[in-house]
């Protein structure tokens, strides 16, 4: 399982370079812009081939549920905090039939004590971020912990064998593909290198 996470900043080309990470297999893309409203997203996702439409997650403004055919929602950490005690509420105006939910974490234990089932966790940083500066891995373990945890923090080539090794079902990857000078290249490669410790590892 790999996950794209959105530039926070939007990047030169990202549109069109996007639609070619779906092509080459790109299945979770990850649309964290905190900077745009609603009006902005809706944009975006327009602009995006919308086949490609069911492998997004949006971070904010979760009622484009209702509007696109999108893969599901992820609560960032905060939102997660004020919301999930009460999930019934929340959830009562979103379409989620047969969508993901998922959720930022910083630290093992909390996923380890969340109640709420998430599809999906995401935690960082298990190494040195890549695309913010003095934002150091902490090489979090996750052997102990039975839920699916996505590794994310300076994940390149150079990390995912490590990433595997620490039990993460899946790895997030933001600077490793858009700081690079080919984000298409950088995902293919770091797909390939996956797949191929993924199944060295089974």
Known sequence: MIILIAPEKD??????????LFEAGLLFFHFRKPDKNYDEHVAYLNQIDSKYHN??????????INTFNLKG?????????????????????LNMFGKTISS????????????????????????SSISKANYEG???DVKAIDKTIIGMGGISEDT??????????????LG????????V??????????????????
């Open 176 to 183: 490793g593909v858009w700081n690079t000078e080919n984000p």
């Open 11 to 20: 990047s030169p080309n990202e549109i069109e370079i996007l639609n070619q």
């Open 160 to 173: 995912i064998a490590k990433a595997l090794t620490l039990a993460y079902k899946g790895i997030g990857v």
């Open 55 to 64: 492998r997004i997650v949006v971070h904010y403004h979760h009622e484009l």
């Open 138 to 140: 902490r090489g979090f």
């Open 104 to 127: 930022s974490f910083h630290d093992p234990k909390i996923v380890e004590d969340c109640t709420f089932e998430f599809d999906y966790h995401l935690l960082s940083p298990v190494f």
């Open 185 to 202: 290249e950088s995902f293919k490669n770091i797909k390939k290198c996956y797949e191929t410790l993924l199944t060295k590892s089974l």
């Open 73 to 93: 929602v992820h609560f960032q950490e905060q939102k997660r905090i004020d919301h999930i005690d009460n999930p019934g509420q929340y959830f009562k105006s």
